[in-house]
Structures are given as C-alpha cells and as structure tokens.
C-alpha cells in the first residue's frame, strides 16, 4: 500500500498569503496524484487532478506540481473560503489511498 | 446538475448489517465508475470499495474485503455498499463518489462526492 505523508499537518496564515502544502508518497505515484478540499460538514471537492490539471471552476489561484514522490499545492493568495483541510490521493496503486490531510487556519 | 444522494446510515450494534444506496442523477450513471469513501468521526478520508461501469469489476479496501459488497444497478441509477459483520471502527460518514471519465476512460479520483451519510457501529 502506497503511503502518502502530508505536512505540515496544520498551516496558519492569513488572508492574501500564500499557501504550500506538501504531499509525500511512499513510492512513485507518476502523476496520479489528486487533491482535495474539505469543509466542516461538508464532502470533499475535487481541486487538482493527475498533479497539476485544475478541476472544473476552480479557481487559478489553485495550482499543483510535482511527480514521482513529491507534489506540493500552491494556494497563491489566500480567500476566506480557502481555510479549510486539504488531501491528497494516488491513484497510481491499488489501493487506493489518501493523505492525512493538512489544516490551512486563519493566523 | 450532477446529484449522489446517500441513505440507509444509522446505528447499528456490532456483528449487524446495513444497507447503504446512492441516488445518482444528472448524468450517464451507467458510463462511470462509482466509489465508496468512509471519514471516521475526526479523521482522514479512507477508500472503502469500487465498481466498474458493469458489476463485473469490483474492489475493496483490506479493511473491509469478505465483509461489504458493492453493486449497481444501472437501470435505476443506483449504487449500493452491502455491509456485514459490522465494527466499531467502521463508524463513519460513508460518502458515494464519481468517477471522473471521459472519452471511455474512467480515472481514479472522484469529482463529485454525496453529502454522505452516518453509520456508527456500537452496542
């Protein structure tokens, strides 16, 4: 099972800064890697796919790079809306797996 | 507008069995693969079980492989996650996911998700 280790686990910062988040697989992923948003209460939504192709309607501010081991999401300048927990996930290997997540909170 | 509605959570003692269904509507159901992701209360996201766009390929988590059953029903629009011999740590949301497909292709991550629905799992 591909492993995939998220930090930092908890990122704050305040609105208009940028945010990095990194997501680390145990393994090479290629470029199957996603990552996600989610809200209290509500179901994750899809922001990146396959490492750097943004998902319908969201916005460019949202970008992902990387390919092998390591991939980082970059939130350029952040909206209130951005505070929220992120998670990534492979699709390289069966099965498959999620990251731990990293909380982006208002400083 | 792509719609997954999730039902049949609930509370259920442990050893018992529950019945999940999803009710998918604003697209081709039978042309995509479709995905059970559960979240423990406070915890990550965890991939439980997929079906092909044909019941013949299914997958499921270690966690729960010999215990669920997933299965379709195409005609009706209809996903559904058989659970059995139910635990304590299957307590969770059980959310049902789209597959993202296009051109005949279906990939591995989910672009749109149900609200979910609450199953916990105690005596």
């Given at each position: 099972e591909i492993v995939l280790t998220q930090s930092p686990a908890t990122l704050s910062l305040s609105p208009g800064e940028r945010a990095t988040l990194s997501c680390r697989a145990s393994q090479s992923v290629s470029s199957y890697l996603a990552w996600y948003k989610q809200k209290p209460g509500q179901a994750p939504r899809l922001l990146i796919y396959d490492a750097s192709n943004r998902a319908t309607?969201?916005?460019?501010?949202f970008s992902g790079s990387g390919s092998g081991t390591d991939f980082t999401l970059t939130i350029s300048s952040l909206e209130p809306e951005d505070f929220a927990v992120y998670y990534c996930q492979q699709r390289s290997n069966w099965p498959l797996t999620f990251g731990g997540g990293t909380k982006v909170e208002i400083k | 507008e792509v719609q997954l509605v999730e039902s049949g959570g609930g509370l259920v003692h442990p050893g018992g069995s529950l019945r999940l269904s999803c009710a998918a509507s604003g697209f081709t159901f039978s042309t995509h693969t479709m995905y059970w992701v559960r979240q423990a209360p406070g915890r990550g996201l965890e991939y439980v079980s997929a079906i092909g766009t044909n019941e013949g390929s299914t997958y499921y988590a270690n966690s729960v492989k010999g215990r669920f059953t997933i299965s379709r029903d195409n005609s009706k629009n209809t996903l559904s996650l058989e659970m059995g011999s139910l635990r304590p740590e299957d307590t969770a949301v059980y959310y049902c996911a789209r597959g993202d497909c296009s051109s005949s292709t279906c990939y591995a991550h989910f672009d749109y998700w149900g609200q979910g629905t609450l199953v916990t799992v105690s005596s």
């Open positions: 309607g969201v916005p460019a501010r | -």
